[in-house]
């Protein structure tokens, strides 16, 4: 079983920047396609980003150039830059890996709140 842990968000001011982390316990890290998906209060879940396991990378329109996703294989982690945040970016967001061969493989952590208010 994979073990995954989001960390990094909080309280920020519009206009501000959070750089969310996503953390996995698996020593395959590097097949893992990895995506991070929000939720706000009322709403469904959606996704934000997409970073596959060959480092191509893919955000919703709503964040396009304000939000960022890389990764790091050496560290097991995956990383979401997010700048230039609004009111509307509030919510719990979470991170995804899926292995696209096995689309069962899929392990969803926690969540870390992201709350954007003056």
């Known amino acids: 079983q994979v073990q995954v842990v989001e960390s990094g968000g909080g309280l920020v001011q519009p206009g501000g920047s959070l750089r969310l982390s996503c953390a996995a316990s698996?020593?395959?890290?590097?097949?893992?396609?990895v995506s991070w998906h929000r939720q706000a209060p009322g709403k469904q879940r959606e996704l934000v980003a997409t970073?596959?396991?060959?480092?191509?990378?893919n955000v919703v329109d709503s964040v396009k150039g304000r939000f960022t996703i890389s990764r790091d294989n050496a560290k097991n982690t995956v990383y979401l830059q997010m700048n230039s945040l609004k009111p509307e970016d509030t919510a719990a967001y979470y991170c995804n890996l899926r292995y696209s061969a096995r689309p069962s493989y899929s392990y969803w952590g926690q969540g870390t709140q992201v709350t954007v208010s003056s």
């Open positions: 970073i596959t396991s060959s480092g191509s990378t």
């Open positions: 698996t020593s395959s890290f590097n097949i893992y396609d």
